[in-house]
């Protein structure tokens, strides 16, 4: 097959437009980034010949392979490990598949200074591209393992790749880059430099369980025996070595291995299990939330190896789906080399295990919650939506989750409150603890149901993520007190009130019993029941749901998940002390013909759902409605 040329995907075109002029002042990574890859080609190659032993393969001498040439200035990265086939190439090298990289790229774009760029590049982590760096050309050679063919790839970075066909490559991968022009300033950057090689691989790729290898510098005095190559990396698993022989730069750098992450972790978790069934385990909680966390193809961190030997990525029966985010090793000394996903799923011991490593991150958690509050908040604030799904499906731990969340709350317009302080400030005689939930903060503060708990000066907790309307609902309470929306059910926070005595509220039901009835009656397809409120200091009217009842929020989300819920009723409230309500109840007693009230009936109606951010049923109308009031008040 003759040389064919291929144009990069627009988002790898622009990426790579991104390495060539790239800012990014630590250029040394690519090496991590390569030998990564090479990493975890040979991982897959022995998991690939352990299930099928025919496959053609050699895999008596995995490893990784650096060679320079000084004279033509390339650096080779090599490994005997899966390789790729022709479409493979096409399709790993020439795309990005990762769906955050949209995103990601629109920010960068957005990042006008160069502290910015710089800042989201490092949070991103861009691979195989990231040669770009340091090369002004790149070219891989692979073969895929089990086939006789290989692929050779090459690009200048520019916009196009070539891709031909060749007979006799070894197996594995071959990675080789021309090195950009040495920079007499810059001696630092001089990757033909065997000594700069080896301090890059002790440094970033030590842990790396194959091994990593270079051969000398050759003989000075020009004789052609070849030096033996040597090992540049200890391959010591840093989960089984003792905390002290190990450094926070050492596990930080695992984790940017295994996690795809070129920033430190927030927090690294250590954790030994002794007795029948051992097993340790390293795991991370990163500092950032990736941009795909709630797609339906992220991709959960947790690598399961037996002994040290590695066996699948993205483990999910090892934690549990609301703590996907953690990354991390799990070696486990009594499993098969065999094991399979199915096989996890209903093992007990690892039942056992998922139990413990999701007490210990939550443990962790609320350490770092008491020891370093800015670091919790941080976590809190990339993670916290995530952990609260956990309220929902994970009712052991819910006391433990519930324990380390915090909210926004009226208390304070920035800081967020834990559970534990909000009950420390309830006011005398509040038992419950109030919440209401919305889109944004500014909504809710400005919805008509805050209006008497803003009078009164009560807390009520700000829940803005789509997942508090589940489980606040289905929480129920905090350690003896009840969490109440305050837009559900009757709020009577008038009983506590001694300026409105009982004698006063028996009157004025008295006064507007004929009222509420009647407008029960005109707006009974949407209404169940027209009442006075208590909630109300500002606005004339607002609705709420009963107290048993799906939120409109809750209601939509169910559908959108495909579930069939019928339309609550709402309950209309009234607030008696409006002028609007009380000439409305006036004219309602003086008038015979009252279809005008009708009207304005339906528009309170109308008005109190767009107060809490709803839309009147048939919106046209409403603004016609409305439209011939105005005209009228002219
Ligand atoms: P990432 O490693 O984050 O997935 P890369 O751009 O570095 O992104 O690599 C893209 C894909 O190309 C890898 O996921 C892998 O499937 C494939 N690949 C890269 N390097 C190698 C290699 N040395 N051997 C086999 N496959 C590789």
Redesign the pocket.
Known sequence: MPTETFEFQVEARQLLQLMIHSVYSNKDVFLR??V???S??LD?LRLEKLWDDSLDADVSDLHIQIDIDKDARTLTVR?N????SYD?VGQ??GT?A?SGTAKFLRELREAQDKAGEEGLIGQF?????SGFMVADEMTLL?RRAGESQGTRWSSRGEGTYTLETVDDAPQ??S?TLHLKPADPENQLHDYTSPWKIKEIIKRYSDFITWPIRMVPEGPADGSDEAPAPETLNSMKALWARSRDEVSDDEYHELYKHIG?DWRDPLETIRLQAEGTFEYQALLFLPAHAPHDLFTRDFRRGVQLYVKRVFIMDDCEALLPPYLRFVKGVVDAADLSLNVSREILQQDRHIEMMRRRLTKKVLSTVKEMMTKDRERYDTFWREFGTVLKEGLVTDTENRDAILAVASFASTHHESEPTTLKSYAERMQDGQEDIYYLTGESRQSIENSPHMEAFRERGIEVLLLTDPVDEVWADAVGEYEGKKLRSVAKGQIDLDAKDEDTPDAEREKQTEEYAGLLGWMKEQLDEDIKEVRLSSRLTVSPACVVSDAHDLTPALENMYRAMGQEVPRAKRILELNPHHQLVKGLNQAYKEREDRSELAETAELLHGLAVLAEGGQPKEPARFVKLMADRLERAL
């Open positions: 980034e390569l990564s890859n090479a975890d080609a897959k490994d490990g899966i390789g790729m493979e790993l090298i990005i990762n982590g861009v691979g195989f591209y692979t594995g991968t990675v795809h």
